[in-house]
């Protein structure tokens, strides 16, 4: 019997795509050259996509193709003046989010933060009388899941492909954030790691244990 082929992560910037040494076609991967960031910015040197926030600016699409591989690329350094390290302080991990902004709760599914189900919050404030008649919208319908659909994680740090069916509350392995981008140092806020090196910054440790979230809303 035929081994099972090994599944290996592509390390180019920018994919997150798995595959074997069988199925590596030339032009299967899409990928970025190095970042470059400045003032708040984050930019891609090869397709100068620009983008003050790091979920979208790591979720531009890629502009170059070729094969995936396992080894690192090398990172251009670009050119800064030197300055004086400037310490970053300590902040907190930020708290777990309310039914209204939590994705598995919007989709109907189970949530350990929330209870079983979401459930529609009740205004106990006192009605008002008002001759004019206010007309109230209506929640947004829940988005609809195939439990055995593929889906991608997008979670920061994650990107694991997974199903409905087989995730939990500790399926997940990701950063909660936000990321952190001072004069030379990259870093996270939830766990208050921060290095010079952008490769560096994309292999520290997620920190936080939870549910794979395919909803890029929340």
């Not at 350094?77 to 930020?94: D, R």
């Amino acid at each position: 019997m035929a081994e099972r082929a090994v599944k290996l992560q592509c390390q180019r910037i920018g994919c997150f795509a798995t595959f074997t040494e069988n199925d590596n076609p030339e032009g299967s991967c899409t990928y970025h050259e190095s970042p470059l960031f400045h003032d708040g910015m984050k930019e891609w040197s090869c397709c100068k996509q620009r983008s003050h926030d790091f979920s979208l600016f790591m979720e531009i699409p890629g502009c170059k193709s070729g094969k995936h591989t396992t080894e690192k690329p090398l990172v251009t350094k670009p050119a800064v003046p030197a300055k004086n390290p400037i310490s970053t302080p300590s902040v907190s991990a930020s708290n777990a989010p309310s039914k209204e902004s939590c994705s598995r709760c919007r989709q109907g599914f189970f949530c350990s933060d929330h209870g079983s189900h979401a459930k529609p919050t009740t205004d106990t404030t006192a009605p008002v009388e008002s001759p004019v008649d206010v007309q109230i919208s209506s929640a947004p319908p829940k988005k609809i899941v195939d439990i055995n659909e593929p889906q991608t994680c997008k979670n920061k740090g994650c990107g694991k492909v997974f199903k409905e069916k087989d995730n939990h509350d500790t399926a997940c392995s990701y950063h909660p954030g936000p990321a952190v981008f001072h004069d030379r140092l990259r870093g996270w806020k939830c766990c208050d790691i921060h290095v010079k090196e952008f490769e560096e910054f994309m292999s520290i440790p997620p920190c936080t244990k939870g549910w794979h979230n395919a909803d890029p809303e929340s």
